[in-house]
């Protein structure tokens, strides 16, 4: 009895391990997209100076990662992704983030690819 309860604990662990892993695979990967496509339509949308798109920012801490855009150099940033009464919106961030929610698949299954093979070393 004491011997299957170890290895159930085991085991437990070992899944914890691994879906830990691949959600670390997974998170960082799917930020730094929304990122890139945030800043690449921001570009195409909304390109002045530069400072609003140079602003678009990703920010990974432990299993949660956002993108943020704006501060001192943009302060327009929700001007320009939600629009005013005279400007329609020119959405890059909700562009960005959808985008990468397309790969969402395709990052995961990586994701546990890598994590499946660090588990078995």
């Known amino acids: 009895m004491a011997g299957s309860t170890v290895k159930r604990k085991r085991h437990i662990r070992s899944y914890a391990g691994f879906t830990t892993g691949a959600a670390k695979y997974t998170i960082v990967p799917l930020t730094e997209n929304a990122e890139k496509f945030s800043h690449d339509r921001c570009v195409k949308v909304a390109y002045d ?62 994701g546990l690819k890598r994590a499946e093979r660090e588990q078995r070393v």
């Open 49 to 110: 100076t530069g400072a609003l798109a140079n602003s678009i920012h990703s920010d990974v801490r432990g299993l949660t990662g956002a993108v943020k855009s704006g501060g001192p150099g943009a302060k327009h940033a929700n001007l320009v992704e939600y629009g005013t009464i005279y400007q329609k919106a020119r959405s890059f961030m909700r562009y960005g983030i959808r985008k990468a929610k397309g790969e969402l698949k395709k990052v995961w299954k990586d």
